[in-house]
């Protein structure tokens, strides 16, 4: 039998008595200990699709932050306070974004990997890809100088996100064949 969450979520609730916060979280229990699968019920069937959906909205929001890195070195006068938001932006970018965009390509599936261990894994693999980067840069006519290096971060951290989306997506279309 097919329900909308949203009407499991109610019938669960008039049938046990509870909350509709409680049996969402009761719903939310057994989907995790695999007695329920949750299915979207309209999912993307192409590529394209799948990058424009809410499932890869993480990648969208890596997106914005380098966009808010570019913004911060370009855009906004760099003066105090607005070089905390360079220095901010800065470290997410640097430190952050490119391990967690090679993880998100190596792990595709949340529950290969905890959160934390996502995490700390992002945080280390970016303490080596980035300074690899500048290992790169060094030997281009570019040099290391901040254009080349946010270009270079930049463009590292994107291609590996579309590497990870596309993971994602063959991951997702494996799994709509197998329900079809």
Not at 18 to 24: F, S
Not at 67 to 82: E, H, K, R
Not at 151 to 164: K, N, Y
Request: overall charge negative.
């Amino acid at each position: 039998m097919q329900l909308t969450v949203g009407g499991l979520v109610h019938r669960v609730a008039e049938e046990e008595g509870l909350t509709v916060e409680e049996a969402a979280a009761r719903i939310w229990e057994r989907a995790e200990a695999g007695e329920l699968r949750l299915v979207d019920p309209s999912p993307p069937g192409s590529f394209q699709g799948y990058l424009l959906s809410l499932y890869s909205a993480w990648f969208w929001l890596v997106l914005a932050a380098l966009a808010a890195m570019f913004a911060s070195i370009y855009i906004l006068p760099q003066v105090p306070p607005f070089t905390w938001v360079r220095v901010l932006t800065g470290f997410l970018t640097s430190l952050y974004l490119p391990g967690y965009a090679f993880i998100e390509a190596l792990y595709p599936q949340r529950a290969e990997l905890e959160e934390l261990e996502r995490f700390a894994l992002s945080v280390g693999l970016s303490l080596a890809l980035t300074p690899l980067t500048g290992f790169v840069l060094n030997y281009t006519p570019w040099g290391i100088r901040l254009d080349p290096v946010t270009a270079a971060i930049s463009f590292l951290t994107v291609a590996l996100g579309l590497v990870a989306v596309y993971r994602r997506f063959q991951y997702h279309a494996l799994s709509l064949k197998t329900l079809g």
